[in-house]
């Protein structure tokens, strides 16, 4: 007996194939779902849409820095990247929950932001973008809800907030942590206790932390560093703002004036606070100082002048 055209899809919705749904395959068809489970740009730059505020629905123009991050977390197991604001830093978190869970045979993906409303954004920025792939190209849909999705694949995406409880008793493959560096130091502790065990049973899971900077004293940063220094396993990558194409000094200048001061500017933008440690060397001396302190110290200087 022939199937009902609503027994296709999840709940009716066209956008949303169910687990048996059947499709007749072209050439094309088959060569482009290779494609995309082979190469997580190719995937990216060809299927994956977003909903520009000025232009509406449009294919993701993949900038230099976001390609190279892309390649990072598919090369990498732990990557922390250090992401200017506005960089595109959360849509390089949904296209790799969701070229995994498409792609990839029983995969547990979590992903953690610091606030739930956060977190809930960033989910729903995942169900767009899975909404708007070819049917073809997605595994069909087990459930689907505002907090979690289980595909026909056995893969599955959900969300969670940085509490001390977060992931304790689950297990995942990808953990995805946004805005590490704002989560409180008097909770942090208990949060990576928490969550950091969810990953350590298998040799292959991934972390993938991205965040604006936010001082030195925090988490994010020491892992950061670890890995740009090359003291652990963790892969340092960063973001900036003038990899952006349309940004140079004018906007830098026109953005200033907005923000209010430079100060915020290079917090915000340049990945540098006043609190950021600088090794320098004074009068054959090395010494290391935050800019604050810095700053200090040549207006001093300058005042004995």
């Not at 830093?89 to 993906?109: G, N, P, S, V």
């Not at 003291?231 to 003038?242: L, V």
Request: glycine residues 4%; positive net charge.
């Amino acid at each position: 007996m022939p199937k009902k055209q609503e027994d296709k899809y999840y709940l009716g919705n066209k956008s949303l194939p169910a687990a048996n749904m059947e499709f007749e395959w072209t050439p094309k068809m088959v060569r482009e779902l290779k494609k995309a489970k082979q190469n997580i740009l190719y995937f990216a730059e060809n299927f994956f849409f977003i909903v520009n505020l000025d232009k509406g629905k449009m294919k993701i123009p993949l900038y230099a820095s976001q390609k190279r991050v892309l390649r990072s977390l598919r090369d990498n197991r732990f990557v922390a990247c250090l992401a200017s604001r506005q960089t595109g830093k959360t849509t390089m978190m949904t296209i790799y929950a969701l070229w995994i869970a498409c792609f990839q045979e029983d995969q547990r993906i979590l992903v953690v932001a610091n606030k739930e409303q956060t977190a809930i954004n960033i989910f729903s920025r995942i169900r767009t973008a899975y909404e708007m792939l070819p049917n073809y190209l997605k595994p069909g849909v087990i459930e689907y809800g505002k907090t979690s999705m289980k595909l026909a694949n056995g893969s599955s995406i959900g969300i969670s907030t940085t509490s001390s409880d977060a992931g304790r008793g689950d297990s995942c493959n990808v953990l995805i942590l946004d805005e590490l560096a704002f989560i409180p130091n008097n909770l942090v502790d208990s949060f990576w206790k928490s969550v950091y065990p969810i990953i350590s049973s298998s040799k292959k899971s991934k972390i993938f932390i991205a965040s604006t900077p936010n001082g030195t004293d925090n988490l994010f940063y020491k892992l950061y560093m670890d890995g740009q220094n090359k003291k652990s396993n963790w892969y340092a990558e960063k973001m900036m703002w003038y990899e952006i194409p349309g940004r140079d000094e004018k906007w830098k200048q026109e953005t200033i004036q907005s923000i209010g001061s430079e100060e915020a500017f290079r917090q915000e933008f340049d990945c540098v606070s006043q609190n950021t440690a600088l090794d320098l060397n004074i009068n054959n001396e090395e010494i290391s100082m935050t800019i604050a302190e810095l700053e200090k110290y040549l207006e001093e200087k300058d005042g004995t002048k």
